[in-house]
């Protein structure tokens, strides 16, 4: 069975400052996607970044980052210059491709922004 | 704007009525889930679709009963709810197959009390 594991329930980072928020997942498959979903307190469910493990280039989107580590099955995020707005839950989600297509989720890390 | 609408996003009942919790998408995806999150456990699938008139069980499916009968609708069905069933709930869907982008899109959340 597929899992996911992020280790930090909670974080901290000051503003403008980077911080790095950890994921592991346990999979036998070699093609699959990662995602890295964010949870403000509106509840609503926002993508950040989405990674294909058969690519070896880290994704980025502006601020945002991973560090994909395909044979270590590790998948961080970075986020650069933090901002209040930062503040969330951050859930790594791992999906399994073609067949049954689901999705895994970790328990989340609560990020707090120290202005 | 394509969006995925739950409906109610808040709702408060007694043990044993029935109730019914809808969801629609708008952007004709084949895959459609349901989760439940609580604290220090994310999100697990409860129920997920890969077209109409398939389903199948995720994690978490005692308690729940979904449907399909229409490509844009999956509602998720409490036949007795009990107060464990008390939870924040998310409606998602996704394209299927090998043109998909891999991403969930997430409905605004139903928050559920169980009395």
């Known amino acids: 069975a597929q899992t996911v594991t992020q280790s930090q329930p909670e974080m901290s980072v000051q503003e403008a400052e980077t911080v790095t928020l950890s994921c592991t997942y346990d999979?036998?498959?070699?093609?699959?996607?990662l995602f890295w979903y964010k949870q403000p307190p509106s509840r609503q469910m926002i993508l950040v970044i989405r990674?294909?493990?058969?690519?070896?280039q880290n994704a980025t989107e502006n601020r945002f980052s991973v560090n994909f580590q395909k044979a270590a099955k590790s998948f961080s995020l970075k986020i650069s210059d933090s901002q209040l707005g930062d503040a969330a839950m951050y859930f790594c989600?791992?999906?399994?491709?073609?067949?049954?297509?689901?999705?895994?989720f970790g328990t989340g890390t609560s990020l707090t922004v120290i202005p | 704007e394509a969006q995925v609408t739950q409906n109610p996003r808040y709702l408060i009942t007694v043990t044993g009525k029935k109730l019914t919790v809808t969801c629609s998408q708008n952007?004709?995806?084949?895959?459609m889930s349901w989760y439940r999150q609580d604290p220090g456990l994310g999100l697990r699938q409860i129920y997920y679709?890969?077209?109409?008139?398939?389903?199948d069980k995720g994690d978490v499916p005692e308690g729940y009963k979904v449907s399909r009968k229409e490509k844009r609708n999956f509602p998720l069905i409490l036949e007795s709810p009990s107060p464990n069933q008390t939870s924040l709930y998310f409606c998602?869907?996704?394209?299927?197959?090998?043109?998909?982008?891999?991403?969930?899109?997430f409905g605004e959340g139903s928050r559920l009390t169980v009395l």
């Open positions: 998602a869907s996704s394209l299927y197959g090998v043109m998909n982008t891999g991403e969930l899109f």
């Open positions: 999979t036998s498959e070699s093609d699959y996607y």
């Open positions: 990674q294909e493990a058969y690519k070896q």
């Open positions: 989600a791992y999906r399994r491709p073609n067949t049954g297509n689901q999705f895994y």
């Open positions: 952007m004709n995806h084949e895959y």
């Open positions: 679709s890969m077209n109409v008139e398939v389903t």
